[in-house]
């Protein structure tokens, strides 16, 4: 019989994991829950969950630390962050650390359940990946390349440093360079959160950190551009 999935929930506030577990296992999914930041480690090297909704103010180790130490020993499970800040820089140090998207508290349940089940299915989908026209694998625009197969980046010949969402996003922009994408349409293109009505502004996040990465300038973007009140579209003649 094949295991259910299962979700990892790293939160201090027991009334949250109440509710978290009820509606997680009402959806199909096994949980396992710790209430610190330690514990919460521990269980996420040893149990291998399928996605670990991790708090950042947590006892004995923040979520911040937590998150950092599992990238480090090379554990890709996806990490959705609840926070109740409101600070950007906290979303961006989040993401920037490796985790995959943040929501903020108050939640819904059912944004919280699509984003467990669209980040769940994105690595699933992942794995599955059937091989791409050798013609498609390498996407050359001069200073930037993008090396899909290996899911690199380079410029200039130097290898760049970029996050699993990152590379998505700049990947599936390059990919339709000169295409405008609305920042729902990139939600559910991109992040898979079909049919997403919610906060949007992991995708402001997302861009803001890839511009960093990639731009001579990111105050002055070539790459990747904004057009006022539609979107970002990817530019690769400049």
């Keep these: 019989m094949e295991r259910k999935q299962r979700v990892l929930i790293v939160e201090d506030e027991k009334n949250i994991v109440d509710i978290l ?52 020993k090379g554990k890709n499970t996806p990490v959705l962050i609840i926070t109740a800040r409101e600070e950007e820089k906290d979303k961006i140090l989040g993401l920037d650390l490796g985790a995959d998207d943040y929501i903020t508290k108050p939640f819904s349940i059912r944004e919280l359940m699509a984003r467990v089940k669209a980040n769940i299915r994105r690595v699933a989908l992942s794995g599955q990946g059937a091989a791409q026209p050798a013609q498609e694998q390498v996407l050359d625009f001069g200073r930037l390349v993008i090396h ?29 360079a000169g295409r405008v994408f609305s920042r729902q349409e990139l ?52």
Excluded at 40 to 67: T, Y
Excluded at 155 to 176: I, M, P, V
């Design 187 to 238: 939600m559910e293109r991109v992040w898979n959160y079909e049919g997403y009505v919610g906060d949007v502004r992991g995708v402001d996040v997302a861009v803001r950190r890839l511009r960093e990465k990639i731009e001579d300038d990111p105050g002055q973007p070539k790459y990747i551009i904004t057009r006022r009140g539609a979107g970002y579209y990817f530019q690769k003649d400049f």
């Design 148 to 176: 899909k197969e290996q899911a690199q980046v380079t410029k200039d010949g130097e290898r760049l440093e970029l996050t699993q969402r990152e590379f998505e996003l700049l990947t599936y922009l390059a990919s339709h």
């Design 21 to 72: 577990r009820f509606n997680l296992q009402k959806e199909g999914y096994d949980t396992l829950e710790a209430f610190d930041g330690v514990t919460g480690l521990r269980l996420a090297l040893e149990e291998s969950p399928d996605l670990i909704l991790l708090d950042l103010m947590l006892p004995g180790m923040n979520g911040f630390e937590v998150c950092k130490l599992l990238r480090d």
